[in-house]
């Protein structure tokens, strides 16, 4: 076992917008004055997500869905592991953690699709209360997550934020991306760019 390549650039940089975008929308959600930092911020998740989505399918290999995303089965068998405090390996995203990813990202592009209508003035204020409740089961999906994060560090002894930014992971040399797709990043950081103020102006 050493450290090897696991998450690409797009992951990387995907995952840190995306947590950044969400907490500033959390935190102006409330204020009148910071109205239009509020919609930028939630287009900034909106575009990640949006992106995220067929990465979920072209990406590198553990960015892809088909490696983490696992049936009921799986994900009762390594919450129960977690319980016993024994969890069981994973070069990616272990089997819960492969569905809070899925769930974030359509509680994103719903939570952003809600709050763009509202912005606009659409749909009135029935709109506005849905987006708020998408948002604050987003906040609650976000927590479980974290906690999963903070306890899968603990319980295999590996830094997992740190893995999330340096891309790195404990595995076996053959288990190794090959490439953190630089270029991808690049059209990710365009893209978001380009969604997030048609999204928000």
């Given at each position: 076992m050493q450290k090897i390549l696991v998450?690409?650039?797009?992951?990387?940089?995907?995952?840190?917008?995306?947590?950044?975008?969400f907490i500033v929308a959390w935190l102006t959600s409330e204020s009148e004055t910071w109205r239009l930092?509020?919609?930028?911020?939630?287009?900034?998740?909106i575009a990640v997500a949006l992106f995220r989505v067929p990465w979920g399918f072209i990406g590198s290999r553990y960015a892809r869905f088909v490696d983490f995303v696992r049936g009921?089965?799986?994900?009762?068998?390594?919450?129960?592991?977690?319980?016993?405090?024994?969890?069981?390996?994973?070069?990616?995203?272990?089997?819960?953690?492969?569905?809070?990813?899925?769930?974030?990202?359509?509680?994103?592009?719903?939570?952003?699709?809600?709050?763009?209508?509202?912005?606009?003035?659409?749909?009135?204020?029935?709109?506005?209360?849905?987006?708020?409740?998408?948002?604050?089961t987003m906040l609650a999906v976000v927590i479980v997550h974290v906690a999963g994060v903070i306890s899968g560090s603990v319980l295999h002894g590996?830094?997992?934020?740190?893995?999330?930014?340096?891309?790195?992971?404990?595995?076996?040399?053959?288990?190794?991306?090959?490439?953190?797709?630089?270029?991808?990043a690049i059209i990710l950081l365009a893209w978001v760019a380009a969604a997030s103020w048609w999204l928000a102006s």
């Amino acid at each position: 076992m050493q450290k090897i390549l696991v998450w690409d650039w797009p992951v990387r940089i995907g995952h840190w917008l995306m947590v950044g975008g969400f907490i500033v929308a959390w935190l102006t959600s409330e204020s009148e004055t910071w109205r239009l930092v509020h919609a930028c911020s939630g287009a900034i998740v909106i575009a990640v997500a949006l992106f995220r989505v067929p990465w979920g399918f072209i990406g590198s290999r553990y960015a892809r869905f088909v490696d983490f995303v696992r049936g009921p089965g799986s994900v009762i068998g390594y919450l129960s592991s977690l319980l016993k405090l024994q969890p069981a390996p994973h070069t990616g995203h272990n089997p819960a953690g492969g569905w809070a990813i899925v769930i974030l990202l359509a509680l994103g592009i719903a939570c952003g699709v809600t709050g763009w209508a509202t912005y606009n003035e659409f749909g009135g204020g029935w709109l506005d209360d849905v987006h708020e409740g998408l948002a604050a089961t987003m906040l609650a999906v976000v927590i479980v997550h974290v906690a999963g994060v903070i306890s899968g560090s603990v319980l295999h002894g590996e830094n997992l934020v740190r893995a999330m930014l340096t891309g790195r992971k404990n595995g076996m040399p053959d288990e190794a991306i090959p490439s953190a797709r630089p270029i991808a990043a690049i059209i990710l950081l365009a893209w978001v760019a380009a969604a997030s103020w048609w999204l928000a102006s």
